[in-house]
Protein backbone atom coordinates (compact mmCIF):
# COMPACT_ATOMS: atom_id res chain seq x y z
CA UNK A 1 0.00 0.00 0.00
CA UNK A 2 1.50 3.85 -0.99
CA UNK A 3 1.56 6.33 1.54
CA UNK A 4 -1.64 7.34 0.75
CA UNK A 5 -4.27 6.60 3.42
CA UNK A 6 -7.05 4.51 1.46
CA UNK A 7 -9.58 5.72 4.04
CA UNK A 8 -9.62 9.21 4.09
CA UNK A 9 -10.39 9.03 0.49
CA UNK A 10 -13.23 6.38 1.40
CA UNK A 11 -16.96 8.08 1.34
CA UNK A 12 -18.08 4.91 3.66
CA UNK A 13 -15.83 6.24 5.82
CA UNK A 14 -16.66 9.41 5.94
CA UNK A 15 -20.61 8.59 6.48
CA UNK A 16 -18.73 6.53 9.15
CA UNK A 17 -17.51 9.95 10.76
CA UNK A 18 -20.83 11.69 9.76
CA UNK A 19 -19.15 13.74 7.46
CA UNK A 20 -21.75 12.73 4.68
CA UNK A 21 -24.66 12.95 5.49
CA UNK A 22 -26.68 9.30 5.64
CA UNK A 23 -30.22 7.69 6.72
CA UNK A 24 -29.03 6.21 9.69
CA UNK A 25 -31.06 3.58 11.50
CA UNK A 26 -28.75 2.08 14.01
CA UNK A 27 -25.23 3.22 15.38
CA UNK A 28 -22.54 2.06 17.80
CA UNK A 29 -19.18 2.06 19.10
CA UNK A 30 -17.87 -0.56 15.90
CA UNK A 31 -20.69 -0.45 12.98
CA UNK A 32 -23.27 1.91 11.67
CA UNK A 33 -26.32 0.91 10.18
CA UNK A 34 -27.66 3.39 7.29
CA UNK A 35 -30.73 3.09 4.60
CA UNK A 36 -28.97 2.50 0.76
CA UNK A 37 -30.15 5.17 -0.90
CA UNK A 38 -30.56 3.21 -4.04
CA UNK A 39 -32.58 0.64 -2.60
CA UNK A 40 -32.87 -2.62 -4.04
CA UNK A 41 -36.11 -3.47 -2.45
CA UNK A 42 -37.77 -0.94 0.21
CA UNK A 43 -35.95 -0.89 3.53
CA UNK A 44 -32.35 -1.83 1.77
CA UNK A 45 -29.86 -1.19 5.11
CA UNK A 46 -26.66 -1.12 4.47
CA UNK A 47 -24.13 -2.36 7.74
CA UNK A 48 -20.71 -1.08 7.80
CA UNK A 49 -17.82 -1.42 10.12
CA UNK A 50 -16.50 1.84 11.19
CA UNK A 51 -12.90 1.21 10.68
CA UNK A 52 -11.78 0.74 7.29
CA UNK A 53 -11.38 -2.90 5.56
CA UNK A 54 -10.89 -3.70 1.88
CA UNK A 55 -12.72 -7.38 2.27
CA UNK A 56 -14.88 -8.86 4.72
CA UNK A 57 -12.14 -11.82 5.63
CA UNK A 58 -10.19 -8.81 6.62
CA UNK A 59 -11.93 -8.61 9.37
CA UNK A 60 -11.08 -9.70 12.91
CA UNK A 61 -12.68 -11.87 14.39
CA UNK A 62 -14.00 -9.92 17.40
CA UNK A 63 -15.93 -7.73 14.94
CA UNK A 64 -17.08 -9.94 12.43
CA UNK A 65 -19.18 -11.76 15.16
CA UNK A 66 -20.41 -8.31 15.96
CA UNK A 67 -21.44 -7.20 12.59
CA UNK A 68 -23.01 -10.66 11.90
CA UNK A 69 -25.23 -10.48 15.53
CA UNK A 70 -26.77 -6.63 14.46
CA UNK A 71 -27.35 -7.94 10.73
CA UNK A 72 -29.07 -10.83 12.10
CA UNK A 73 -31.25 -8.19 14.32
CA UNK A 74 -31.73 -5.70 11.63
CA UNK A 75 -32.66 -8.56 9.27
CA UNK A 76 -35.03 -10.08 11.64
CA UNK A 77 -36.33 -6.17 12.29
CA UNK A 78 -36.92 -5.48 8.31
CA UNK A 79 -39.75 -8.66 8.28
CA UNK A 80 -41.56 -7.71 11.09
CA UNK A 81 -41.77 -4.22 10.32
CA UNK A 82 -41.76 -3.69 6.38
CA UNK A 83 -44.31 -6.94 6.15
CA UNK A 84 -41.24 -8.63 4.12
CA UNK A 85 -41.78 -12.18 3.46
CA UNK A 86 -38.06 -12.64 4.31
CA UNK A 87 -34.75 -10.99 4.04
CA UNK A 88 -31.33 -11.21 2.83
CA UNK A 89 -27.78 -11.12 3.98
CA UNK A 90 -25.47 -10.29 1.50
CA UNK A 91 -21.75 -9.57 1.34
CA UNK A 92 -19.78 -9.13 -2.01
CA UNK A 93 -16.27 -9.51 -1.82
CA UNK A 94 -14.04 -8.77 -5.34
CA UNK A 95 -15.94 -7.12 -8.30
CA UNK A 96 -17.18 -10.59 -9.55
CA UNK A 97 -19.40 -10.88 -6.38
CA UNK A 98 -21.05 -7.59 -6.80
CA UNK A 99 -18.67 -5.43 -4.53
CA UNK A 100 -18.11 -2.53 -6.19
CA UNK A 101 -16.27 -0.15 -3.01
CA UNK A 102 -13.04 -0.54 -0.94
CA UNK A 103 -14.86 -0.82 2.28
CA UNK A 104 -17.23 -3.95 3.69
CA UNK A 105 -20.54 -3.70 3.46
CA UNK A 106 -23.46 -5.70 4.57
CA UNK A 107 -26.32 -5.50 2.75
CA UNK A 108 -29.80 -6.32 4.68
CA UNK A 109 -32.08 -6.50 2.36
CA UNK A 110 -35.89 -7.41 2.58
CA UNK A 111 -37.65 -9.46 0.23
CA UNK A 112 -41.04 -9.19 -1.10
CA UNK A 113 -43.19 -11.60 -2.89
CA UNK A 114 -42.51 -10.92 -6.61
CA UNK A 115 -39.75 -7.96 -5.89
CA UNK A 116 -37.78 -9.32 -9.28
CA UNK A 117 -34.38 -9.60 -7.37
CA UNK A 118 -32.37 -12.02 -8.55
CA UNK A 119 -30.78 -13.38 -5.21
CA UNK A 120 -31.40 -17.16 -5.23
CA UNK A 121 -29.21 -19.87 -4.99
CA UNK A 122 -30.15 -22.57 -7.91
CA UNK A 123 -29.18 -26.08 -7.26
CA UNK A 124 -27.08 -28.02 -9.37
CA UNK A 125 -25.94 -31.41 -8.96
CA UNK A 126 -22.27 -32.46 -9.19
CA UNK A 127 -20.24 -35.41 -9.53
CA UNK A 128 -18.69 -36.14 -6.30
CA UNK A 129 -15.54 -36.98 -7.81
CA UNK A 130 -16.15 -32.45 -7.85
CA UNK A 131 -16.90 -32.07 -4.77
CA UNK A 132 -13.66 -34.34 -3.69
CA UNK A 133 -11.27 -32.36 -5.58
CA UNK A 134 -12.88 -28.97 -4.04
CA UNK A 135 -13.06 -29.97 -0.90
CA UNK A 136 -8.91 -31.75 -0.91
CA UNK A 137 -8.08 -27.75 -2.10
CA UNK A 138 -9.87 -25.91 0.56
CA UNK A 139 -9.66 -28.13 2.92
CA UNK A 140 -5.80 -27.87 3.01
CA UNK A 141 -6.59 -23.96 3.73
CA UNK A 142 -8.57 -24.85 6.24
CA UNK A 143 -6.50 -27.44 8.23
CA UNK A 144 -3.55 -24.89 8.36
CA UNK A 145 -6.06 -22.08 9.39
CA UNK A 146 -7.98 -24.16 11.85
CA UNK A 147 -5.81 -26.64 13.72
CA UNK A 148 -8.22 -29.31 12.06
CA UNK A 149 -8.03 -32.64 10.75
CA UNK A 150 -10.22 -33.35 7.87
CA UNK A 151 -11.59 -36.80 8.84
CA UNK A 152 -10.53 -39.60 6.76
CA UNK A 153 -13.42 -41.02 4.66
CA UNK A 154 -13.49 -44.94 4.28
CA UNK A 155 -15.72 -45.31 1.73
CA UNK A 156 -14.55 -47.91 -1.31
CA UNK A 157 -16.54 -46.67 -4.09
CA UNK A 158 -15.89 -42.71 -3.30
CA UNK A 159 -13.02 -41.72 -6.16
CA UNK A 160 -10.95 -40.68 -3.59
CA UNK A 161 -7.54 -38.92 -4.69
CA UNK A 162 -4.58 -40.84 -4.69
CA UNK A 163 -3.08 -38.76 -1.43
CA UNK A 164 -6.34 -39.02 0.73
CA UNK A 165 -6.10 -42.45 2.72
CA UNK A 166 -2.30 -41.75 2.90
CA UNK A 167 -0.90 -41.33 7.04
CA UNK A 168 -0.88 -38.04 8.38
CA UNK A 169 2.83 -36.60 8.47
CA UNK A 170 2.91 -37.23 4.67
CA UNK A 171 -0.58 -35.07 3.39
CA UNK A 172 0.44 -32.51 6.16
CA UNK A 173 4.10 -31.65 4.74
CA UNK A 174 3.50 -32.25 0.79
CA UNK A 175 1.20 -30.46 -1.21
CA UNK A 176 -0.08 -32.17 -4.09
CA UNK A 177 0.92 -30.70 -7.55
CA UNK A 178 -2.08 -28.83 -8.36
CA UNK A 179 -1.85 -27.55 -12.10
CA UNK A 180 -3.79 -24.75 -10.70
CA UNK A 181 -1.53 -23.92 -8.56
CA UNK A 182 0.66 -21.25 -10.39
CA UNK A 183 -2.54 -19.26 -10.29
CA UNK A 184 -3.50 -19.24 -7.18
CA UNK A 185 -5.58 -16.15 -6.23
CA UNK A 186 -4.71 -14.93 -3.21
CA UNK A 187 -6.55 -12.53 -0.46
CA UNK A 188 -3.72 -9.37 -1.34
CA UNK A 189 -4.75 -10.22 -5.20
CA UNK A 190 -8.12 -9.77 -4.48
CA UNK A 191 -7.63 -6.89 -2.10
CA UNK A 192 -4.80 -4.96 -4.95
CA UNK A 193 -7.52 -5.91 -7.48
CA UNK A 194 -10.60 -3.77 -5.58
CA UNK A 195 -7.89 -1.03 -5.39
CA UNK A 196 -6.79 -0.61 -8.65
CA UNK A 197 -3.19 -1.63 -8.03
CA UNK B 1 -34.84 -33.21 11.94
CA UNK B 2 -34.30 -36.94 10.44
CA UNK B 3 -35.35 -35.16 6.81
CA UNK B 4 -33.35 -32.23 7.09
CA UNK B 5 -31.15 -32.43 4.79
CA UNK B 6 -28.77 -29.81 5.93
CA UNK B 7 -28.50 -32.12 8.72
CA UNK B 8 -27.25 -35.21 6.40
CA UNK B 9 -25.10 -33.14 4.77
CA UNK B 10 -22.97 -31.52 7.51
CA UNK B 11 -22.86 -35.57 8.80
CA UNK B 12 -21.60 -36.75 5.64
CA UNK B 13 -18.02 -37.39 5.88
CA UNK B 14 -16.97 -36.62 2.52
CA UNK B 15 -18.78 -32.98 2.41
CA UNK B 16 -16.84 -31.90 5.77
CA UNK B 17 -14.59 -29.36 5.79
CA UNK B 18 -14.35 -28.19 9.42
CA UNK B 19 -16.67 -29.14 12.57
CA UNK B 20 -16.58 -28.10 15.81
CA UNK B 21 -18.65 -28.23 19.10
CA UNK B 22 -21.32 -25.80 17.52
CA UNK B 23 -20.87 -25.31 14.33
CA UNK B 24 -20.55 -27.53 11.03
CA UNK B 25 -18.88 -26.51 7.61
CA UNK B 26 -19.58 -28.36 4.68
CA UNK B 27 -19.79 -28.74 0.69
CA UNK B 28 -23.39 -28.69 -0.52
CA UNK B 29 -24.66 -31.59 -2.76
CA UNK B 30 -26.57 -29.38 -4.71
CA UNK B 31 -23.53 -25.76 -5.53
CA UNK B 32 -25.27 -22.82 -7.06
CA UNK B 33 -21.62 -23.06 -8.15
CA UNK B 34 -18.24 -24.64 -8.02
CA UNK B 35 -17.13 -24.47 -4.13
CA UNK B 36 -20.28 -23.61 -2.86
CA UNK B 37 -19.58 -23.93 1.07
CA UNK B 38 -22.31 -23.81 3.97
CA UNK B 39 -21.74 -22.92 7.14
CA UNK B 40 -24.50 -23.99 10.13
CA UNK B 41 -24.72 -24.84 13.40
CA UNK B 42 -25.01 -28.42 14.22
CA UNK B 43 -28.12 -27.80 16.22
CA UNK B 44 -31.35 -28.26 14.31
CA UNK B 45 -33.41 -24.76 14.31
CA UNK B 46 -36.69 -24.41 12.73
CA UNK B 47 -35.05 -21.27 11.19
CA UNK B 48 -32.74 -17.88 12.34
CA UNK B 49 -35.21 -16.66 14.47
CA UNK B 50 -34.59 -19.48 16.51
CA UNK B 51 -30.92 -19.70 16.63
CA UNK B 52 -29.24 -17.66 19.71
CA UNK B 53 -27.34 -14.43 18.67
CA UNK B 54 -24.37 -16.14 20.10
CA UNK B 55 -24.24 -19.57 17.93
CA UNK B 56 -24.93 -17.50 14.40
CA UNK B 57 -22.29 -14.91 15.68
CA UNK B 58 -19.76 -17.40 15.92
CA UNK B 59 -21.26 -19.65 12.93
CA UNK B 60 -20.57 -15.99 11.11
CA UNK B 61 -17.36 -15.61 12.40
CA UNK B 62 -16.40 -19.72 11.36
CA UNK B 63 -17.90 -18.16 8.17
CA UNK B 64 -15.81 -14.93 7.59
CA UNK B 65 -12.23 -17.13 8.16
CA UNK B 66 -13.07 -20.10 5.93
CA UNK B 67 -14.18 -17.09 3.33
CA UNK B 68 -10.38 -16.19 3.68
CA UNK B 69 -9.54 -19.68 3.03
CA UNK B 70 -11.57 -20.37 0.11
CA UNK B 71 -10.24 -16.96 -1.73
CA UNK B 72 -6.67 -18.22 -0.91
CA UNK B 73 -7.23 -21.56 -2.19
CA UNK B 74 -9.35 -21.44 -4.97
CA UNK B 75 -8.67 -19.69 -8.17
CA UNK B 76 -11.94 -17.65 -7.65
CA UNK B 77 -12.36 -14.00 -8.48
CA UNK B 78 -14.62 -13.14 -5.81
CA UNK B 79 -17.14 -14.58 -3.15
CA UNK B 80 -20.69 -13.99 -1.77
CA UNK B 81 -22.16 -14.71 1.66
CA UNK B 82 -25.25 -14.91 1.39
CA UNK B 83 -28.33 -15.94 4.20
CA UNK B 84 -31.62 -15.97 3.79
CA UNK B 85 -33.60 -14.94 7.19
CA UNK B 86 -36.96 -15.31 7.80
CA UNK B 87 -37.02 -18.64 5.34
CA UNK B 88 -38.01 -22.09 7.33
CA UNK B 89 -35.18 -24.34 7.46
CA UNK B 90 -32.20 -25.60 8.90
CA UNK B 91 -30.27 -21.48 9.16
CA UNK B 92 -27.73 -21.22 6.44
CA UNK B 93 -24.46 -19.54 5.85
CA UNK B 94 -23.83 -19.51 1.81
CA UNK B 95 -20.04 -18.54 0.81
CA UNK B 96 -20.24 -18.58 -3.06
CA UNK B 97 -17.20 -18.38 -5.30
CA UNK B 98 -18.13 -16.28 -7.96
CA UNK B 99 -16.07 -15.96 -11.28
CA UNK B 100 -16.50 -13.50 -14.22
CA UNK B 101 -19.59 -14.33 -16.70
CA UNK B 102 -20.62 -17.36 -13.99
CA UNK B 103 -24.48 -16.04 -14.69
CA UNK B 104 -25.34 -16.43 -11.08
CA UNK B 105 -27.01 -13.21 -10.72
CA UNK B 106 -26.72 -11.79 -7.19
CA UNK B 107 -26.53 -7.96 -8.51
CA UNK B 108 -29.56 -5.58 -9.07
CA UNK B 109 -30.18 -2.14 -10.61
CA UNK B 110 -29.22 0.80 -7.83
CA UNK B 111 -32.59 2.87 -8.73
CA UNK B 112 -32.51 6.58 -6.59
CA UNK B 113 -35.17 5.75 -4.15
CA UNK B 114 -38.14 7.94 -2.94
CA UNK B 115 -36.83 10.57 -0.40
CA UNK B 116 -40.15 10.26 1.43
CA UNK B 117 -40.38 7.18 1.45
CA UNK B 118 -36.35 6.63 3.13
CA UNK B 119 -37.46 8.91 5.75
CA UNK B 120 -40.39 6.83 6.53
CA UNK B 121 -38.44 3.63 6.31
CA UNK B 122 -35.65 5.47 8.55
CA UNK B 123 -38.38 6.14 10.91
CA UNK B 124 -39.55 2.78 11.18
CA UNK B 125 -36.05 0.82 11.93
CA UNK B 126 -34.79 4.10 14.08
CA UNK B 127 -37.64 3.20 16.46
CA UNK B 128 -37.27 -0.12 16.69
CA UNK B 129 -33.39 -0.73 16.71
CA UNK B 130 -32.52 2.34 19.31
CA UNK B 131 -32.53 0.01 21.99
CA UNK B 132 -31.05 -3.05 20.09
CA UNK B 133 -27.84 -4.20 21.63
CA UNK B 134 -25.82 -7.22 21.40
CA UNK B 135 -25.97 -10.36 23.66
CA UNK B 136 -26.70 -7.76 27.07
CA UNK B 137 -30.19 -6.40 25.67
CA UNK B 138 -31.80 -9.17 23.19
CA UNK B 139 -34.75 -7.48 21.46
CA UNK B 140 -38.57 -8.36 22.79
CA UNK B 141 -39.22 -11.13 19.71
CA UNK B 142 -35.93 -13.17 20.46
CA UNK B 143 -36.75 -16.35 22.51
CA UNK B 144 -35.90 -14.95 26.33
CA UNK B 145 -32.11 -16.05 27.65
CA UNK B 146 -31.49 -15.18 31.30
CA UNK B 147 -28.93 -12.75 31.99
CA UNK B 148 -26.57 -15.75 33.51
CA UNK B 149 -26.57 -17.18 30.13
CA UNK B 150 -25.32 -14.02 28.37
CA UNK B 151 -22.12 -14.27 31.00
CA UNK B 152 -21.69 -17.50 30.32
CA UNK B 153 -21.67 -17.24 26.80
CA UNK B 154 -19.32 -14.49 26.40
CA UNK B 155 -17.05 -16.10 28.60
CA UNK B 156 -17.39 -19.15 26.20
CA UNK B 157 -16.82 -17.01 23.46
CA UNK B 158 -13.32 -15.53 23.87
CA UNK B 159 -12.17 -19.35 25.26
CA UNK B 160 -13.10 -20.39 21.58
CA UNK B 161 -11.07 -17.39 19.69
CA UNK B 162 -8.44 -17.75 21.65
CA UNK B 163 -8.18 -21.15 20.51
CA UNK B 164 -9.37 -20.83 16.90
CA UNK B 165 -6.11 -17.92 17.13
CA UNK B 166 -3.88 -21.27 17.94
CA UNK B 167 -1.54 -21.78 15.10
CA UNK B 168 -0.35 -25.43 14.85
Known amino acids: MAEQNPAEQCIFCKIAKGEIPSFKIYEDEKCLAFLDINPATKGHVLLIPKDHYHLMPLIPEELSAHLGQIAKLISLKSIQLLGASHSNIFVGNGAAAGQNAPHVIIHVIPRYEGDGLNLELNKHSVKPEEISKVRELIGKGIEKEFDFKLPVCKKEEAPIPKEEPSPKEESKKEPSEEPKKEEKASLDDVANFLTGQ | ?168
Not at chain 2, 75 to 84: D, R, S, V
Request: proline share 5%; charged share 30%.
Open chain 2, 1 to 168: MSKCDICRMRKTCELILFEDDDVSVFLTETPAGLGHVIVTTKKHFENLEKAPDYLFAWAFTIANKVSKVMLESVNMQGLNLLIEVGKVGHPIINLVPRFENDNLGMKWDPKPGDQEELKTVQLMYESETKSMGVSEDKPKSAPQETKSDDKEISDKEDYRIKQLLRIP
